[in-house]
Structures are given as C-alpha cells and as structure tokens.
C-alpha cells in the first residue's frame, strides 16, 4: 500500500456498536437468558427501537436482520461457557484489524474455514448474516439512525483528498465533484472471516482493478497455500495506520530497443527492507508487479514518457541530467500526479539502459 488513509469518525460506527451489543449482551448470554424476546434488548434503547421496528415489519430486509439475530440466539443458547468464550475471542480478534494486519500472536483470527465441526450450524448462520449486513445497512430502520454509506463516504473524502487509489497508485478515485462513489473493499474478505463486515477499520475505498478485479476475496493474512499445505500468517499494511512510511521503487530494464518494452524486460524492486514482508502482501494482494509492468510498457504511459523525454533532449536540447532532475523533483513534491512514482524511477531505469547516450 503506496500510503494508508486517515481514519474518519462518523456516526455509521453506531452499526458496529449495535453488533457488539448483540454479540455480548445477547448471543453470549443466551444460555442463561432463556427464550428469545424483545425485552434482551431493553438496556440498549435505540438498538431496541430498531429491533421492535424490525418485529412488525414483513419486508426482507427486517426478515434478514431480525431473523438471523433470533436463529443465532437459539444456536448460542446450547453452547458451553468454553465454546462461547471461544468466540468472544475471536470476535474480539477479528475486529482488531490493525493487529490483524501487524501479525500480533495473541490475536487468535478465525475464518468460516477454521470453525469447528460440532458447532457446523452455528457457523453456517452466521456465515449467513454477516456476509449479507453490509448490504442492508440502508434498511430505513438503521439508516434514520446511522446515516447511509453516501454519507459516510462524503466525509471520508474531505479529509482523504489525493484522489488517488493508495492500493496500486494508478487509478483515480471518485470525489466531491462526482455524484457517484468508490466501492468499499473488505480488507479482511467477509467471505472468509466473520464479525467485521461493519466495521469501517475493516472497509476501505478502492478502486474497481484493486478492488473487483486483483484483490477480490484474496486472504489479507493468510497467503496461498505452500506445495506442503501449510499456510503461515503474514503481516499486511493497515489501510489507516497512523504510522508514516515511505516506500522505494526501482526498475531495472533489460539491454533492448526501448520502443520495443515487453513486461518480460522490467524487473521491479521495493523498499525499505524493514517493511518488506507488508511489501510482498501487498504485491500479491493487488497484482502489483504486473500492473506497473504493464503502464511502463504501454504506448501513453512508459513508451510515452521516453518518447516525451527524448523529445525535449534532442528538440529542445535539454541536457538529459538536468531532464532526469526535473522530473525527480515532480515526483518527490507530487508523487501520484501523472504517475510521478512511476515515471521518475522509469526513466531514471531508461537512462541508465542508455537511453539518453
């Protein structure tokens, strides 16, 4: 990740609270609370309006929210005290995002996949509402209360304001002079993990080819199988670390006609190397290396870059050091403008290759 987000307080937090409260004060307490009733929710005023909102109305979404929430109740009402404690960490856990993301040993994660046989049921039900909440928070019972993800993106994007997609650098994304919006990508895939598919330190705007086309329901934590079947945790930059960093690209170009490029003759090189193992999560998490590979070798981006440069050293007799200088200094003063961050090492590569001799 080129550089995190800053993180925006809003008001659709309050979904994340409702989910805790429904996870702590009522699923975990089922087995002592007996049979499911409105009155479980009664220490929770507004989440119990919702509720009794969602009790007389028949539509699907009421169905969905409300129907889940009883069908798990009654799943946790025969859990053992271990089992249930079970979960509670892994709830915990798992909304934890950062430390998810830093690899911390004492945050136990669990995926759909790592749940117990016995408890098959359970899993399945909850598989079911939370892969399905996000996308009926804009009932008109939660939404008078929380906002819309509208909203939520309007504020987002008046404090993130480098349009930019920090996921691959490349694309831009939709801001305040668009009526339309970025999709929100689950960094940790509600297809594989329970409990956060609310949680916005779990949901970040990306753009399409990040989002819907590389990263899709790729695990952050858990790389691809190894030929022997292990699978080891890796550490992932937090899309809203609060920590600044900076990463080095470089490129080395094979010894052929430039005009020619293939992706076969760029090899590409990140830094730091305190930040590496984050570096090779997000290169696989995003298809990084094949994507700038491919703008270097593309006629309007790489191949017209050299060919721009060569112009203003043969035509306009600019000293090709004094060029390269230039075009360093765009990009440290506005690294995602034209692709600074990729053109700068580029022809620094190019130079190198003799392109400039």
């Not at 749940?115 to 399905?132: C, H, M, N, V, Y």
Request: proline share 6%; with cysteine.
């Amino acid at each position: 990740m080129l550089f995190p987000y800053t993180y925006v307080p809003h008001k659709m937090e309050k979904m994340q609270g409702f989910i805790d409260f429904i996870f702590f004060a009522v699923w975990c307490q089922a087995p002592s609370k007996g049979p499911y009733r409105l009155e479980l929710f009664a220490s929770n005023p507004e989440l119990f309006e919702v509720m009794s909102e969602f009790h007389f109305d028949d539509s699907k979404g009421a169905e969905f929210f409300a129907g889940h929430v009883e069908r798990i109740y009654t799943l946790f009402a025969a859990l053992s005290s271990c089992q249930i404690e079970q979960l509670r960490l892994w709830y915990v856990a798992n909304n934890d995002i950062e430390r998810v993301c830093s690899n911390d040993p004492f945050v136990p994660i669990k995926r759909y996949a790592d749940f117990p046989t016995e408890i098959k049921d359970l899993r399945d039900q909850l598989a079911s509402f939370f892969k399905g909440l996000y996308s009926n928070v804009e009932m008109a019972a939660l939404k008078k209360r929380i906002g819309d993800i509208k909203d939520h993106y309007r504020a987002w994007e008046a404090v993130n304001k480098r349009g930019k997609c920090p996921f691959c650098g490349i694309s831009d994304l939709l801001g305040q002079h668009h009526s339309k919006r970025e999709a929100y990508d689950h960094y940790l895939p509600k297809a594989l993990y329970p409990f956060n598919s609310i949680n916005f330190k779990n949901l970040a705007p990306a753009c399409p080819h990040c989002n819907s086309s590389y990263k899709t329901s790729k695990d952050v934590a858990y790389p691809v199988k190894d030929p022997a079947g292990a699978q080891v945790r890796r550490r992932a930059f937090y899309p809203y670390s609060v920590v600044p960093y900076e990463l080095t690209i470089s490129f080395n170009l094979d010894k052929v006609n430039l005009s020619s490029l293939e992706p076969q003759h760029v090899s590409v090189q990140f830094g730091p190397a305190e930040l590496q193992e984050q570096i090779d999560t997000w290169r696989d998490l995003y298809g990084i290396d094949e994507r700038y590979k491919a703008k270097l070798c593309a006629e309007n981006d790489g191949k017209y870059w050299l060919e721009q440069a060569h112009g203003e050293w043969k035509e306009l007799g600019r000293d090709p050091q004094e060029l390269l200088t230039q075009v360093l200094r765009n990009a440290q003063k506005a690294p995602y403008a034209e692709c600074n961050f990729l053109k700068a090492p580029f022809l620094k590569a190019c130079a190198a290759n003799g392109a400039f001799s």
